[in-house]
């Protein structure tokens, strides 16, 4: 029941964080050597507005599961690594506005923690287990290449459209990955979420990325759609 409870206050605490940083709007390009003024490997701002489901779903998930599977075999395993996602999830905000890299070492730490707790989700309750957790998982996967992207133009590594380029590469290998091990098709539909936001962002200045965007959000729906490889249903 602990676990259960932990995993709500988490859930509760990490929807509640954007109230204690209503300034925040994204990384501050000044923070970067070399600034980060609308970089293409960015999604569209729009599309961050899917925070607002991941945060409710999270909590629905983590109060079903204090009320009705705080003992549930499909459950409990989850437990562990999502409340160890959403604890490093909580102080997240305040700190990308002072420093995009442990930004992005906190951000992938939560990835990882998200993709145990998705892998280790049993099959009860798809939409109250598996589906919230993956759409979060899917946001945090692009969000954490994005946040290498960055990293990289802004340090002065690659320029800013090579950077985007690996991104969305990177984004591509590591999400078939994920989405080939899981049923969580949320999962997918997050990544591709946030490739079709590349696009906009990127349509009326580089028509390559713009492609390459959409292109990969075909291939992550296709992999989504086909379902995982047998072994892992």
Same mark, same amino acid.
């Given at each position: 029941?602990?676990?259960?409870?932990?995993?709500?206050?988490?859930?509760?605490?990490?929807?509640?964080?954007?109230?204690?940083?209503?300034?925040?709007? #994204?990384?501050?390009?000044?923070?970067?050597?070399?600034?980060?003024?609308?970089?293409?490997?960015?999604?569209?701002?729009?599309?961050?507005?899917?925070?607002?489901?991941?945060?409710?779903?999270?909590?629905?998930?983590?109060?079903?599961?204090?009320?009705?599977?705080?003992?549930?075999?499909?459950?409990?395993?989850?437990?562990?690594?999502?409340?160890?996602?959403?604890?490093?999830?909580?102080?997240?905000?305040?700190? *990308?506005?002072?420093?995009?890299?442990?930004?992005?070492?906190?951000?992938?730490?939560?990835?990882?923690?998200?993709?145990?707790?998705?892998?280790?989700?049993?099959?009860?309750?798809?939409?109250?287990?598996?589906?919230?957790?993956?759409?979060?998982?899917?946001?945090?996967?692009?969000?954490?290449?994005?946040?290498? #992207?960055?990293?990289?133009?802004?340090? #002065?590594?690659?320029?800013?459209?090579?950077?985007?380029?690996?991104?969305?590469?990177?984004?591509?290998?590591?999400?078939?990955?994920?989405?080939?091990?899981?049923?969580?098709?949320?999962?997918?539909?997050?990544?591709?979420?946030?490739?079709?936001?590349?696009?906009?962002?990127?349509?009326?200045?580089?028509?390559?990325?713009?492609? #390459?965007?959409?292109? *990969?959000?075909?291939?992550?729906?296709?992999? *989504?759609?086909?379902?995982?490889?047998?072994?892992?249903?």
């Amino acid at each position: 029941m602990w676990k259960a409870l932990l995993v709500l206050a988490l859930a509760l605490a990490f929807a509640a964080a954007p109230l204690l940083t209503p300034d925040f709007g #994204g990384f501050d390009p000044s923070l970067y050597p070399q600034p980060q003024d609308d970089p293409p490997v960015q999604p569209k701002g729009y599309a961050f507005a899917i925070w607002g489901l991941i945060y409710a779903w999270l909590v629905i998930h983590a109060g079903f599961g204090v009320i009705a599977r705080a003992r549930h075999d499909d459950w409990t395993p989850t437990r562990r690594p999502l409340a160890a996602s959403l604890l490093v999830g909580v102080p997240w905000l305040s700190v *990308a506005m002072m420093s995009p890299v442990w930004a992005s070492i906190m951000i992938w730490i939560m990835l990882v923690c998200a993709i145990a707790a998705l892998l280790r989700a049993g099959p009860a309750d798809h939409w109250l287990l598996r589906a919230p957790i993956g759409l979060y998982a899917g946001w945090l996967t692009a969000a954490s290449f994005v946040s290498l #992207g960055l990293l990289a133009a802004g340090w #002065g590594l690659v320029d800013q459209r090579i950077a985007a380029w690996a991104a969305v590469a990177g984004t591509v290998l590591f999400a078939i990955a994920v989405q080939r091990r899981s049923t969580a098709r949320t999962y997918g539909a997050a990544v591709v979420w946030a490739f079709i936001a590349i696009a906009v962002q990127n349509y009326a200045t580089d028509p390559w990325l713009t492609g #390459g965007a959409l292109v *990969a959000a075909a291939l992550i729906a296709i992999v *989504a759609a086909i379902g995982p490889n047998r072994r892992y249903r």
